[in-house]
């Protein structure tokens, strides 16, 4: 092959270590356990569970991803996707994915703060203003209710938000601690933590970290609503046979199936590349959070429909995915923004390999050319 250096064609394999999936299993056993669907109902009207947080803490949930130097267990971006799959799974009501990408960023964006050490142990709930770094002003805070601080960017500036007490939250139909946080609000207190390049930096590794963490959750909110479709259809009869046996239903479940597992693969591949070749795909954690805020909309409305009429009524357990896979990825601003914000990314790198290939064709048949390498063309995830 012609070029300077060859191209890396890489092994696409996402499977877990037999560590992780050990992890996996006692996280969905902790959260099966802790947070049944009466504990998420319970939690709707302030979108947060003391009672959970607490045991969280206590079973070392929160601090798996956060640095061993203020007394976490040094867990990476993958560990946090696979927390975060379980919280979307069983729609736990705790801020564990946004205080753990906000207190990440505390630690990378200043160091030794002072603050640190209450988040790991959790008794400083952080979170991150998604879209604070596009659009001044007011932020509407994913866990805004019931943080006492937001990582945020003002200006040039990474800065943390301090209040005394969490602002009123924010009314949404799926019992989410959504609330406005306003760097301009004499009751907040702002503590500049970067400027300049570093500022900008450390903001844009945390986003990516949130918009995976955020995408994860989807995911095992899709995931825990299609199996709920998939029990009920194997309950419920019709005509003397359980619906499941109808090819409209089955064929609808396997359809969401494959859209959850597309979803999660996604997911690990923006993880794997974030955590590690982060300038090689930089559009990855976008795409992934835009795919599954579509995944987790269409899954949960599928699911509905399997249940027929019961599935509408606030009564069933599968109406809480579905209010809740239709609020989650808003306040980054949707699908769309996601598209929008991996635009030009994928703009850049289709014009490289445009600019490669049209190289390639133009070198002497009888020597090499030097011609730039346009990088990976997939994915090695270990």
Known sequence: MTGSEPVTVRWNDYSLSTEQEDLRRVLRQFFERSCPPEVVRAAEPRGADDGLWAAALRAGVVGISLPESAGGQGGGLLELVLTAEEI??????????????????????????PDLAPAVHGDLVLALAPLSGERPGPQLVPGGA?????????????????????????????????????????????????????????????????????????????????????????????????????????????????????????????????????AARPELPAMALGHAIRTATDVTARSVHVHGGFGITLESDVSLYHRRAAVWGQPAGGARAQRLAATPALDRLVARRRAWAAARAQAAPDGPVAVPDPGPLSMESR
């Open 146 to 278: 019931v943080a006492r601080g937001v990582l945020a960017r003002v200006g040039a500036d990474l800065t943390l938000l301090r209040r005394p007490r969490p602002p009123e939250r924010a009314a949404n139909d799926a019992g989410a601690p959504l609330a406005w946080w306003d760097p301009a609000d004499p009751d907040v207190d702002v503590e500049v933590l970067a400027s300049g390049g570093r500022a900008r930096d450390c903001w844009t590794g945390a986003l990516g970290e949130w918009r995976v963490a955020t995408a994860a959750a989807l995911v095992g909110l899709a995931a825990g609503a299609c199996a709920l479709a998939r029990d009920y259809s194997m309950e419920r009869t019709a005509f003397g046979v359980p619906i499941a046996s109808f090819q409209a239903v089955s064929h609808n479940l396997v359809d969401a199936h494959m859209t959850v597992e597309t979803a999660r693969n996604l997911v690990l591949r923006a993880a794997w590349y974030h955590a590690h070749e982060p």
């Open 88 to 113: 979307g799974r069983s729609l736990a009501p705790v801020p564990v994915v946004d205080h753990v990408v906000a207190a990440r960023l505390l630690a990378v964006g200043a160091d030794h703060h």
